[in-house]
């Protein structure tokens, strides 16, 4: 199975912003809807964005909304979450993972193809 690839994590201070990437190697996802994923030490893996296979409709976490964005590039089967304004309570290992379905939905459960993950982590 053909395993994402995330980058772009790192240590950065509350306020601000981060860009994350994820590229899929050997294999285009353009017909899915991808999404991105975040699990914190100690607690379940949680959704934080999905973005449907065109590009033209995003979803985000209530947690996330207003400060994350999530986009695609087909040409470059590349998809990005670009985070401003990041929160201490936004630390987690960041992964992004293709939906299993032509529809999005927000339940890991529903994604396959993960990435080894990428840390961001923020400090106060």
């Known amino acids: 199975q053909v395993r994402l690839v995330e980058s772009g994590g790192g240590l950065v201070q509350a306020g601000g912003s981060l860009r994350l990437s994820c590229a899929a190697p050997?294999?285009?996802?353009?017909?899915?809807?991808m999404g991105w994923f975040r699990q914190a030490p100690g607690k379940e893996r949680e959704f934080v964005a999905t973005?449907?296979?065109?590009?033209?409709?995003?979803a985000y976490a209530d947690s996330v909304k207003g400060r994350f964005t999530i986009s695609r590039d087909k040409a470059k089967n590349m998809m990005y979450l670009q985070m401003n304004s990041l929160k201490p309570e936004d630390t987690a290992v960041y992964y992004c993972?293709?939906?299993?379905?032509?529809?999005?939905?927000?339940?890991?459960?529903?994604?396959?193809?993960w990435g080894q993950g990428t840390q961001v982590t923020v400090s106060s």
């Open positions: 050997g294999r285009t996802f353009s017909s899915f809807p």
């Open positions: 973005i449907s296979w065109n590009g033209g409709s995003t």
């Open positions: 993972a293709a939906s299993l379905t032509t529809f999005a939905t927000t339940s890991p459960s529903n994604f396959g193809s």
